[in-house]
């Protein structure tokens, strides 16, 4: 059994986590998605709670082809202990994977193998990016699966996103 873990804000979950975790789901058993950063919410930058993030997830990958956990995971003040705090969350896993040079370091000095999968259209697929148009009323919807607009909808994630960084 072969576990790989997945790390993330996910602040939202997009087409780049999408394709990226159908690229794991092919390599190993199971997957454990980390959201990481758990215990932020309404912010510019991290808008949406843990528990709307774990619904973003869970209601996109239905079809993934392979089981998988998503464990929310808080940030700690101490890098040196963060590992062994993932750890302690997570099922235990063989692989990591993470494009963050931050975590790819922690978990290699940890002695954790750690791959850093392919970005796909970094230009427009990222968290920021998708903020960014939700702020300039331009398109965004293209850019997460369709699981993603439904659940924003759902929270008012948009007008939430326009009031917090009014009130910045
Ligand atoms: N377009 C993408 N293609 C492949 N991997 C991606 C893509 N965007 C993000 N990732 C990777 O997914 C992981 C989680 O990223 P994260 O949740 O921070 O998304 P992000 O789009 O980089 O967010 P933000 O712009 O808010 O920082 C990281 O390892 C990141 O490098
Ligand atoms: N000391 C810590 O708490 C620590 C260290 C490295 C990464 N992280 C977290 O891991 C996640 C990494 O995700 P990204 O690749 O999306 O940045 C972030 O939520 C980040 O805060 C936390």
């Known amino acids: 059994m072969k576990r790989g873990f997945y790390i993330g804000?996910?602040?939202?979950?997009?087409?780049?986590?999408?394709?990226?975790?159908?690229?794991?789901?092919?390599?190993?058993?199971?997957?454990?998605?980390?959201?990481?950063?758990?215990?932020?919410?309404?912010?510019?930058?991290?808008?949406?709670?843990?528990?709307?993030?774990?619904?973003?997830?869970?209601?996109?990958?239905?079809?993934?082809?392979?089981?998988?956990?998503?464990?929310?995971?808080?940030?700690?003040q101490r890098n040196a202990l963060w590992v062994a705090h993932v750890r302690s969350m997570a099922p235990p896993f063989d692989i990591c994977y993470s494009s963050n040079p931050l975590v790819v370091r922690l978990f290699r000095e940890a002695g954790c193998r750690v791959q850093s999968p392919a970005m796909y259209e970094r230009e427009i697929l990222s968290g920021t990016e998708i903020r960014r148009r939700i702020l300039a009323g331009e398109p965004w919807k293209k850019l997460v699966p369709p699981a993603i607009v439904q659940v924003i909808k759902e929270i008012d994630g948009e007008k939430r996103l326009r009031q917090i960084a009014m009130d910045d």
């Not at 215990?39 to 997830?57: C, K």
Request: hydrophobic letters at 40%; a negative charge.
């Open 9 to 76: 804000r996910f602040q939202p979950y997009h087409n780049g986590h999408q394709s990226v975790l159908e690229h794991i789901a092919g390599k190993v058993d199971e997957i454990i998605i980390g959201i990481g950063s758990a215990q932020l919410s309404h912010h510019v930058d991290n808008p949406f709670t843990a528990g709307e993030r774990v619904l973003m997830i869970t209601r996109a990958l239905t079809s993934l082809g392979c089981p998988y956990y998503v464990i929310p995971i808080e940030d700690l």
